[in-house]
């Protein structure tokens, strides 16, 4: 009885330990949006990387990218960006830990 519940338990340490090692997302409300926030799918949201949009635009949310690989930030922001409602994400910086503007 007692090996069953370790081997249960093995997996399950297992799995948290892979899901904490993506990265971790961090949203900071910064303006009220100009319309209701619709949920999107992420490929829908804009990337910006040399500048800003040429249309207007609202700064609703700073997000930032901590932990897991660099390059798995700027997905991990573009899926909670599209989660939030946002039109687009404007990157400030590209380094390691990524940081971005979500607008709408």
């Keep these: 009885m007692m090996s069953a519940a370790r081997s249960l338990l093995v997996p399950l340490a297992a799995c948290a330990l ?7 997302v961090s949203v900071t409300p910064l303006n009220p ?6 949920p999107r799918n992420a490929m829908a949201v804009e990337i910006f990387t040399t500048g800003l ?11 930032a990218a901590k932990g897991g ?3 798995e930030h700027v997905p991990a922001m573009r899926e909670e960006a599209g989660k939030l409602g946002c039109d687009a994400l404007v990157f400030t910086s590209m380094p390691r830990d990524a940081t971005a503007t979500g607008y709408n």
């Design 18 to 24: 892979l899901a904490a090692c993506g990265p971790k």
């Design 33 to 38: 949006s100009p319309r209701p926030f619709t």
């Design 53 to 63: 949009p040429q249309r207007p635009y609202v700064e609703v949310a700073a997000l």
């Design 69 to 71: 690989n660099a390059e």
